[in-house]
């Protein structure tokens, strides 16, 4: 028996009783759709991580100085208030936050917005949609955790 969720973001399969591991690391996820946090959330805690939410750049940063600093930034570029690049760019320009590994998961395949995050040193950009193995590969590999 298997979950599937498919919101044309992400997809997941996922069998029932897939289970967890144990990775001590916190991932904050940014976007301004609940249903993509939402499916997000539940591929990366299924996968062990602890997970974060916020719905724009600007909450996001809010929740980094209240809370230990996420070890992975997961963001959308398109969102109300301060989008995922403003977010990239507020995040080099801290010093305590500079060396955070981001991760861009967006719509957006122009090769200006790829050109963007080159610039502001975004570790990894992936196009939606994606599919929940994938996002999981590369969060493992970004944070050098065992699979």
């Known amino acids: ?3 599937e969720f498919d919101c044309g973001i992400i997809t997941v399969n996922l069998p029932v009783n897939w289970g967890t591991c144990i990775v ?3 991932i904050l996820v940014v976007d301004d ?3 993509v946090r939402t499916l997000l959330t539940l591929v990366l ?3 062990g991580f602890r997970v974060l939410t916020s719905e724009n750049g600007e909450e996001a940063l809010a929740v980094m100085e209240a809370n230990p600093y996420p070890n992975l ?3 959308d570029v398109m969102m109300p208030r301060m989008d995922g690049l403003s977010l990239c760019r507020e995040v080099r320009s801290r010093a305590h936050l500079a060396d955070t590994p981001l991760m861009v998961i ?3 395949r122009d090769s200006k917005t790829i050109e963007q995050c080159d610039a502001l040193r975004v570790n990894r950009f992936l196009a939606k949609p994606i599919k929940h193995t994938e996002l999981i590969s590369e969060v493992r590999s ?3 955790a065992v699979s």
């Open 1 to 3: 028996m298997f979950l």
């Open 73 to 75: 930034v997961i963001t």
């Open 33 to 35: 759709e609940q249903e």
């Open 45 to 47: 805690k299924r996968a």
């Open 142 to 144: 970004l944070l050098g």
């Open 106 to 108: 967006s719509a957006l």
């Open 24 to 26: 001590e690391h916190t």
